[in-house]
């Protein structure tokens, strides 16, 4: 039980958009004015309608707040922990090139879209927030040391191609001109270089987001979990929190994979589960990598600073988040193949982040099914922050009652149970 004081009519007593308003009984004054004192639970609290609530604090979550309080919505974000410190937070930031945006398949052209916004997005978090989120263009090496990863690359060469992205196979020479730190041992195969792909620091890109949030007035709610939510005639009407009860013209789910819990509340199978990912993270020499070098789902990610990412496991663990000494033993042994000179390089850190997967490896978006006003988008799996702008700007078409410039009927395939 907590004791608020209610203030009394007057110029200093309007309550501030983010204070509850209840009283006894659970009633709300229409006006906002309440006199005298209540103790309730902050279960109880009825908070002041918003144009949307948002549900999940990740990248995606903060993306669509972002998007949506730019686009003159009044937004509130709730997070079960803290804001950008699952899956976001893990990942490599890692971002391909997206080719064309007038590819044929809807997923290639969120690719296409959301690597166009990113360079655009960096700057303008900069110039809202002073924020450098660590976006360059670095380029990518991708190499096979087995037949099988060869006939892969083959592949990825032939779809860049038709994508109209930039690519170039590479003779053993080339790539040693390109990395020379790279092992000189005959096993590679083949390999080929992605000019434009880039890199983002996820920490520095959250922080951003978070701090624009606040500038652009979205109301942030951080330990704050969803317990159940009101429905009715089609529509959800609110949803129960250990903090209050939220109402909002409009929901949207975007929790990673505690999405599909939140969605059994509302009988609303989603075919979405936690995959861990496990990273280490080395302190190495400036220079010694220089682009980020990937071989079949592993990777090497060189900062400026002389920091490597070594990532990632896939691990069909539930939401199970602890490293392991086989996961994190195998990625070292994966970078010490590859680059023999990381040999030295202090082991700095290690950690594991829960990524959403679904079934075909697509994310879920869109409205859900009968619901008119709740939405969903989640199951990014590896692609979280990679996608995440493209993923704002249709999500806030479809939100804000306008046709998404994406189809976006591919990903709503997933929502039927694993």
């Not at 906002?32 to 999940?56: H, K, P």
């Not at 290639?108 to 900069?126: G, I």
């Not at 020479?173 to 390999?191: F, N, R, T, V």
């Amino acid at each position: 039980m907590v004791s608020y004081p209610l203030i009394p009519p007057g110029p200093i007593g309007r309550f501030k958009s983010d204070w509850p308003l209840v009283l006894s009984g659970r009633q709300r004054y229409n006006d906002g004015w309440i006199l005298g004192f209540a103790t309730v639970r902050l279960s109880d609290c009825v908070y002041l309608m918003d144009d949307c609530l948002i549900i999940g604090g990740g990248v995606i979550g903060l993306s669509l707040a972002y998007e949506l309080s730019g686009r003159g919505l009044t937004v509130r974000l709730v997070e079960r922990g803290q804001m950008g410190r699952e899956a976001s937070w893990a990942g490599a930031g890692i971002l391909p090139p997206g080719g064309k945006q007038g590819n044929d398949r809807p997923i290639d052209q969120l690719t296409a879209l959301s690597c166009r916004l990113h360079p655009q997005w960096a700057k303008q978090l900069r110039e809202e927030t002073g924020i450098d989120t660590g976006y360059r263009r670095c380029g990518g090496i991708y190499v096979a040391r087995g037949p099988a990863e060869a006939a892969t690359l083959a592949e990825l060469v032939t779809d860049a191609r038709r994508r109209a992205i930039e690519v170039d196979e590479l003779s053993a020479s080339q790539l040693a001109d390109l990395e020379p730190a790279l092992a000189d041992d005959g096993k590679m195969l083949a390999a080929c270089h992605l000019p434009e792909e880039a890199q983002i620091r996820n920490p520095r890109h959250l922080k951003a987001l978070l701090a624009a949030c606040v500038r652009r007035g979205v109301r942030l709610n951080t330990g704050t979990s969803v317990h159940r939510f009101d429905v009715s005639d089609g529509r959800i009407t609110a949803a129960r929190t250990n903090a209050g009860v939220f109402q909002a013209e409009r929901y949207c789910l975007t929790a990673g994979c505690w999405s599909r819990a939140l969605l059994e509340h509302l009988q609303t199978p989603l075919a979405v589960k936690p995959v861990r990912g496990q990273i280490v993270l080395l302190q190495s020499q400036p220079g010694r990598l220089t682009r980020i070098i990937n071989q079949g789902p592993r990777y090497l990610v060189p900062r400026p600073d002389g920091r490597v990412l070594i990532g990632s496991t896939e691990d069909d663990v539930g939401f199970d988040r602890r490293t392991t000494s086989e996961g994190i033993s195998s990625l070292l042994r994966f970078a010490l193949e590859l680059a023999p000179g990381l040999a030295d390089a202090e082991v700095e850190r290690t950690w594991a982040g829960l990524r959403p997967a679904t079934p075909n490896r697509l994310p879920i978006l869109g409205q859900l099914p009968n619901l008119e006003n709740a939405f969903v988008a989640t199951g990014h799996f590896r692609a979280g922050l990679q996608l995440s702008a493209a993923t704002a700007v249709v999500m806030s078409q479809l939100i804000r009652g306008e046709q998404p410039q994406i189809d976006l009927a591919p990903f709503r395939a997933s929502l039927s149970r694993c």
